[in-house]
């Protein structure tokens, strides 16, 4: 198994990409603290524990925009597994309006959850991994972040910015035997894609990927894996593109 007795947070992980990667982990025998909205952890967690030890999970509520919430992740991870090994920060919000009816409020707000969010929880972690003198961090970034969007300026902008994060942390955590990389999703079709688009617009995203269609949260979830397992102890300060190859 890949992830042997490796201990990983995974923000965002009650449903999406983010379960993905949580089932796949706990497949490949990492422990995993599963994150998310307090009433959307409990179902989660009960739907892993029909698979996994129950001893090698638990879950935790997170409010990504609020350090107290994640200091009490770490903290509560430390206190049950005593190391933190990887650390995937998917938890993410979007929105899809014109740039001329986009209020100061929800620029903010997705910066306060896409981008501080992912800057917060590397602080907090860093310091355990610094001390263990290794790591692996992982963030969530999108197709966006490379090609911009139309009524995205607010979600293009805040991928943009978790890619210069990772590129930066890489470089700063290196030292320390710490990888920080990106993974940057395609079209998924998660609750947030379902909820976000209409039929007209996922079927445009279909024609417009080489493979002809929107992929499966499980479908990313390997990228993942190789960043978080001993196999890309050389890979840093990288953007994997998982995309489908989609042409815009």
Do not use: W
Request: aromatic fraction near 6%.
């Amino acid at each position: 198994m890949k992830l042997e007795n490796k201990v990983a947070i995974i923000t965002g992980s009650t449903k999406g990409i983010g379960y993905a990667i949580a089932d796949l982990y706990l497949k490949e025998g990492a422990k995993v603290v599963i994150t998310g909205l307090k009433d959307e952890v409990p179902e989660a967690l009960k739907l892993l524990e029909k698979s996994y030890n129950n001893e090698n999970i638990i879950g935790i509520e997170l409010d990504v925009t609020n350090t107290e919430s994640i200091k009490n992740v770490v903290e509560k991870t430390i206190e049950k597994f005593g190391r933190i090994d990887i650390l995937v920060n998917n938890a993410g919000i979007t929105a899809s309006k014109p740039l001329i009816q986009t209020t100061d409020e929800e620029m903010e707000r997705m910066f306060q959850v896409n981008t501080f969010g992912v800057f917060k929880f590397i602080r907090e972690v860093a310091p355990y991994m610094i001390e263990q003198k290794s790591g692996s961090i992982i963030n969530t970034s999108s197709m966006v972040a490379n090609y911009g969007g139309i009524m995205q300026t607010p979600y293009a902008s805040s991928k943009f910015a978790v890619n210069g994060i990772t590129k930066s942390c890489a470089k700063e955590l290196g030292r320390h035997n710490i990888r920080v990389n990106a993974v940057a999703p395609g079209a998924v079709m998660t609750d947030m894609t379902k909820n976000t688009t209409d039929e007209n617009t996922r079927g445009m995203l279909s024609q417009l990927t080489p493979l002809g269609r929107i992929a499966n949260p499980s479908e990313l979830a390997g990228a993942y894996l190789y960043l978080g397992s001993d196999d890309s102890t050389f890979t840093n300060g990288t953007i994997i593109q998982v995309d489908g190859g989609i042409v815009i």
